[in-house]
């Protein structure tokens, strides 16, 4: 039974489509892990389709679960399906394959992922400094890494070829973010959609996985990689819009990002925080300030009350003079 496009979601095929993306990608009611693999739940009913290339939000959200719990796996892949392992390991395989991603694929996937955005974001940033440690993670100057190809896992060193004009951090970086991406873009290729009268030149893909690699090309040759401003968050999106510096929502989710509410709450809680201290415990300068402003009461109190006491007199005389005077009747 062929899944259907969820209604949220025809604006976004439109969008797809101007764009050359006519492909949609479907996600299943229910998803659970058994024996270490992401499947859909058996018996359920099937769920609906999208158009995962204009969900920008994509690289952002799995390179969060690179250190996520089995949940925060589940809770994605309920809002945007399987990463496509099915698709990617079937691809000219002799034996036939489990249907599923395996979830030690996915983190690594996850991962791969965070690696590029991470070193993309030293690079635009020109920070160096930064770039050497992550390196050094990594186990510079010889770089080996552990990274998702496809459906497969690898390991790699990376060294640097020909001398640059430029220092070898930065070199370094963009030779192994342009490798790992463009190892994963073998799933995308160029296709021909009819668009009625005409032709149009677009791109098909094979899994999610390919769409998020993608995005990330896109975003390396002339977007930015920004990292969340929430301090407790931190994770790394592709911004968009200049004025943008928190997480971009979820697919469905409509408002505020979450991680810029959380942090206007955690911003509030200290102002009152603050206040709350000043009130209770005043600095020994607010004290003496309060002890001026107290006997400076006192005395305004008994200036105020001299002036009484003297207008009521005042008041009297008045008033025994005009009595003096007063013309008697004839």
């Known amino acids: 039974m062929m899944n259907a496009i969820h209604p949220d979601e025809w604006s976004r095929v439109s969008d797809a489509r101007r764009k050359g993306f006519s492909g949609l990608w479907p996600v299943e ?21 999208y158009a995962p290339i204009t969900h920008i939000e994509l690289p952002n959200v799995l390179a969060k679960l690179y250190a996520g719990t089995d949940e925060e796996v589940l809770r994605f892949v309920g809002c945007y399906g399987l990463l496509g392992y099915f698709e990617l390991a079937s691809q000219g395989a002799e034996e036939p394959q489990r ?5 030690p ?9 965070h690696l590029i955005m991470n070193l993309w974001r030293l690079v635009q940033d020109a920070d160096e400094g930064g770039l050497q440690t992550e390196l050094a993670k990594l186990g510079s100057p010889l770089v080996t890494i552990r990274f998702a190809e496809g459906a497969k ?6 060294t640097l070829g020909a001398e640059r004009p430029e220092p070898w951090p930065f070199a370094l970086a963009r030779d192994i973010v342009s490798y790992l991406i463009n190892r994963n873009l073998a799933g995308i290729g160029p296709v021909l959609s009819d668009v009625g009268p005409s032709l149009q030149l677009g791109f098909s893909f094979r899994s999610l996985i390919d769409v998020i690699y993608y995005q990330l090309a896109v975003a390396v040759t002339g977007q930015r990689m920004q990292r969340c401003a929430a301090k407790d968050c931190g994770g790394l999106f592709i911004q ?9 929502l979820w697919r469905g989710v409509q408002g505020e990002s979450p991680c810029s509410l959380r942090e206007r709450q955690r911003a509030l809680r200290e102002r009152r925080s603050h206040q709350s201290t000043q009130k209770t415990v005043p600095h020994q300068h607010d004290r003496g300030k309060a002890r001026l402003s107290q006997k400076g009461r006192q005395e305004q109190t008994e200036k105020l009350t001299q002036q009484r006491t003297l207008t009521k007199g005042e008041c009297h005389r008045d008033t025994i003079k005009q009595t003096r005077y007063r013309r008697l009747p004839a």
Request: hydrophobic content about 30%.
């Open 29 to 49: 009611d229910t998803y659970r892990i058994r024996n270490g693999i992401i499947e859909a739940a058996s018996g359920k009913s099937p769920g609906q389709q």
């Open 99 to 103: 249907y599923g991603d395996p979830l």
């Open 105 to 113: 694929w996915v983190r690594q996937h996850a991962l791969t992922v």
């Open 153 to 158: 896992i690898r390991r790699l060193p990376f």
């Open 240 to 248: 968009h819009d200049p004025r943008q510096r928190f997480c971009p």
